[in-house]
């Protein structure tokens, strides 16, 4: 005799609901993303370096991936290990790079005071965001060594891509900006494969 009640029996297959995220919320699920190169160093200073690696870019948006490398040779406690959230670190809020954009059109996404987000933003009938939105992607890495990537939505027109990117726990938060090629960015949605729908 079991001391616990019998499972019930699992559910017929295909009487499960399929879920998905909305096709703004973050890169498309199942997609293999085109990638578009850039490998420009948006700050340097004693203790760190910040270079935007690359954009990785889906049918509904793109990611924006830095790389953010800290000297070595400052150790502990230094604004490098701070940023990465060592012993003395700044707050989570501080430990994260801002990263905004300005499209061609002069609209902007990523300029709030609290980390970006989207849940908030202004959305149409079909509760599509009717602004650009950033949002956290992901992150991580070692002493010496950050990946960090933000989400974009939507793809941006032709024209001017800026990328601002600012580290406030590292230099007073000194603000940097790269120039994509938005048209370079929106062609390669073409390129990114769709593994599962």
Do not use: C
Request: glycine share 14%.
């Amino acid at each position: 005799m079991s001391f616990f009640e019998p499972l019930p029996p699992p559910p017929p297959p295909g009487s499960t609901p399929e879920w998905s995220p909305p096709s703004w919320d973050r890169p498309s699920e199942g997609t293999l993303p085109a990638i578009v190169p850039v490998g420009e160093v948006v700050h340097r200073s004693e203790g760190v370096v910040v270079e935007v690696e690359h954009v990785r870019v889906y049918p509904n948006g793109f990611t924006i991936n830095l790389l953010i490398l800290t000297n070595p040779r400052l150790g502990r406690g230094r604004s490098g290990f701070a940023l990465l959230g060592g012993v003395g670190g700044p707050d989570m809020a501080q430990r994260f790079p801002r990263v905004g954009v300005r499209f061609a059109d002069g609209r902007t996404a990523g300029r709030e005071a609290s980390f970006p987000g989207h849940l908030d933003v202004a959305k149409d009938d079909d509760g599509i965001p009717t602004e650009p939105i950033v949002s956290m992607s992901g992150g991580g890495g070692g002493s010496h060594g950050y990946h960090f990537s933000v989400w974009v939505f939507p793809l941006p027109p032709e024209g001017p891509l800026e990328v601002y990117v600012s580290l406030p726990a590292v230099d007073d938060g000194v603000e940097s900006k790269v120039v994509l090629d938005g048209a370079a960015v929106r062609s390669a949605a073409e390129r990114a494969r769709i593994i599962w729908q």
